[in-house]
T-cell receptor, first 114, second 110 residues
Framework: DSGVTQTPKHLITATGQRVTLRCSPRSGDLSVYWYQQSLDQGLQFLIQYYNGEERAKGNILERFSAQQFPDLHSELNLSSLELGDSALYFC?????????????FGPGTRLTVT | QKEVEQDPGPLSVPEGAIVSLNCTYSNSAFQYFMWYRQYSRKGPELLMYTYSSGNKEDGRFTAQVDKSSKYISLFIRDSQPSDSATYLCAGRAAGNKLTFGGGTRVLVKP
């Protein structure tokens, strides 16, 4: 158990809908990362937040957005969902100041868009 | 072309054999290289990381990096059925963004 929690575990929704995925980082970790894992694209970095501020952006679609709250939990919002958005979404967290910064992954949320 | 390439496998070996996993990468800015293990329906967990070229050993695991040929390897000695998983290599440039390969599925048969 990495100490990173994600809810829900599974989510089934229809095209065009909007969903919110939630992540709680390990105690003491200020950074949160979101990744998408699909069969054709593999594990891809979406976005990183550090202590409430966006720090780095990857291949995140404009339909997707994220935020990190004062209690350090993070939410990933996916809107206008398409079939191709079906994937595993992972959250990871890390503490800054170590070299390299080790990212600890949560168990993921499996999103199915029908 | 993807920045990090891995053979998807599956790689099937008998218990006790050496598992040899490889990745190639194209981004010369990568400073650190990581190996993650992912069991089915679980999140990736960090196995090892290496910085620059050379070898690093941790128990049954050895990671190698050859920056001149942009080639990274992971060897698992005395493989066990519990090593059956997907192994992901990743490169990290400046900042904390990880770029992953597609993963190699490994099956260790008793």
């Amino acid at each position: 158990d990495s100490g990173v929690t994600q809810t829900p575990k599974h989510l089934i929704t229809a095209t065009g809908q909007r969903v919110t995925l939630r992540c709680s980082p390990r105690s003491g970790d200020l950074s949160v990362y979101w990744y998408q894992q699909s069969l054709d694209q593999g594990l891809q970095f979406l976005i990183q937040y550090y202590n409430g501020e966006e720090r780095a952006k990857g291949n995140i679609l404009e339909r997707f957005s994220a935020q990190q709250f004062p209690d350090l939990h993070s939410e990933l919002n996916l809107s206008s969902l398409e079939l191709g958005d079906s994937a595993l979404y992972f959250c990871a967290s890390s503490v800054e100041g170590t070299s390299p910064t080790v990212q600890y992954f949560g168990p993921g949320t499996r999103l199915t868009v029908t | 072309q993807k920045e990090v390439e891995q053979d998807p496998g599956p790689l099937s070996v008998p218990e006790g054999a050496i598992v040899s996993l490889n990745c190639t990468y194209s981004n010369s800015a990568f400073q650190y290289f990581m190996w993650y293990r992912q069991y089915s329906r679980k999140g990736p967990e960090l196995l090892m990381y290496t910085y620059s070229s050379g070898n690093k050993e941790d128990g049954r695991f050895t990671a190698q990096v050859d920056k001149s040929s942009k080639y990274i390897s992971l060897f698992i000695r005395d493989s066990q059925p519990s090593d059956s998983a997907t192994y992901l290599c990743a490169g990290r440039a400046a900042g904390n963004k990880l770029t992953f390969g597609g993963g190699t599925r490994v099956l260790v048969k008793p």
